[in-house]
């Protein structure tokens, strides 16, 4: 069977015994029902696996005692920093959860002309809040052991203006560049753009170029937001990364 890993939001390198946070708590005593003595991984985003021994559990509250520590990294050689136009329903979560998978690091929601999806005040934090909790899940699920971080939602217009080393690029149509026929990458990797389902607006467009954004085209067909996000990833990975 497999062992659950466990993601603890505080530095454990000191630590010789802990107790898990409340949402981690409930999944290991109420969801798992797991009992004293069973074993569990816990990661702290430093890069660092902790194999730990249950010593207490109830439905609220489960402490462990730390067995060791170890180096473990599953980060690619690429830094990848999508900039994802917020989508509607479910398809947001299943961008980032997939996207954490595939070893983006940093995601940032962005709102367009074109984006149907509505948010502000609360709703909004509550909604950031959760899409961390998603990726947090996914590196739970995938073994990765730093959390990429899900940043405030910004306008597009000021994300695309942000100083970054990066690599820009943004997908059109009537790209020159594919993916595999671009130069190679800088060390601090892509900074990757991907409209909303409507796409960006003409006036949008000439902002990513006078941003010096570079459009690239992922093949004749045209994708849903979800899955050209989850394919230009898969593809700058395969080409620059650990695929």
């Not at 630590?15 to 946070?21: K, N, R, V, Y």
């Not at 959760?130 to 739970?140: H, L, M, P, S, T």
Request: hydrophobic fraction near 40%; glycine fraction near 6%; proline fraction near 5%.
């Amino acid at each position: 069977m497999r062992i659950p890993r466990i993601y603890h939001p505080e530095n454990l390198e000191s630590q010789t015994h802990c107790q898990l946070s409340d949402d981690a708590a409930n999944h290991v005593g109420r969801v798992l029902r797991m009992q004293a003595g069973e074993l569990i991984e816990l990661f702290d985003g430093t890069n660092y696996i902790y194999p730990a021994r249950i010593t207490q559990a109830s439905k609220k509250t489960v402490e462990v005692e730390i067995l060791e520590r170890e180096f473990a990294d599953r980060e690619s050689p690429l830094p990848i920093h999508l900039g994802q136009v917020i989508s509607r329903g479910d398809r947001m979560e299943f961008t980032i959860q997939k996207s954490v998978e595939l070893g983006v690091n940093v995601i940032t929601p962005l709102w367009s002309e074109r984006c149907g999806v509505k948010l502000d005040g609360e709703r909004l934090d509550k909604k950031i809040q959760q899409w961390q909790k998603i990726a947090i899940a996914a590196c739970e699920q995938c073994g990765r052991n730093v959390v990429p971080e899900i940043r405030p939602m910004m306008k597009l217009q000021d994300w695309c203006a942000e100083n970054d080393d990066a690599l820009k690029l943004n997908l059109h149509p009537r790209a020159k560049y594919s993916i595999k026929t671009l130069p190679n990458i800088p060390a601090a990797g892509v900074r990757l753009l991907i409209g909303s389902e409507g796409g960006l607006s003409p006036q949008e467009i000439a902002q990513t170029e006078q941003q010096g954004f570079t459009e690239i085209l992922l093949g004749p067909r045209v994708l849903r937001t979800e899955t050209a996000a989850l394919t230009a990833i898969t593809a700058l990975q395969v080409c620059f990364g650990d695929l």
